[in-house]
Every structure is written in C-alpha cells, then in structure tokens.
C-alpha cells in the first residue's frame, strides 16, 4: 500500500483560498485522494494511522 502527503500546489487551489494564504495537505492511497488538512501534522497523523491499520489488516490475513 502507498500512502503519500502532498502539499496542494497553487493549480488545485481556488483563488480565494490562495489570496487567504490558506495551505491544504493531500492524503493519497494508492494515488486515491481520501484525506484533505489543513495542518501538515495532522495529514502526516492521518498517513500513519492508515498505515497502521493496513499491517494489522495484513497480520490477520496472514493468521487466518
């Protein structure tokens, strides 16, 4: 699984957004957007808890 934190360049911005100097971090799985943030941190949290939840996924695929 890939998962990656993008900042949202100025392109995929709204003009009102780019005059309020507002940033938005993308979350992508498997280059499918599922998570929008505005606080980097909270994009990277959101990342790892996927992640997380994908090896215990996996472990019990491997258990059953």
Request: net charge negative.
């Amino acid at each position: 699984m890939t998962v990656k934190v993008t900042e949202r360049d100025d392109a995929h911005m709204s003009h009102e957004g780019i005059a309020a100097g507002i940033r938005i971090w993308d979350v992508h799985q498997q280059d499918l957007l599922v998570g929008m943030f505005h606080s980097e941190t909270d994009a990277h949290s959101y990342k790892a808890e996927l992640e997380r939840e994908e090896r215990l996924r996996s472990r019990e695929m491997a258990e059953s």
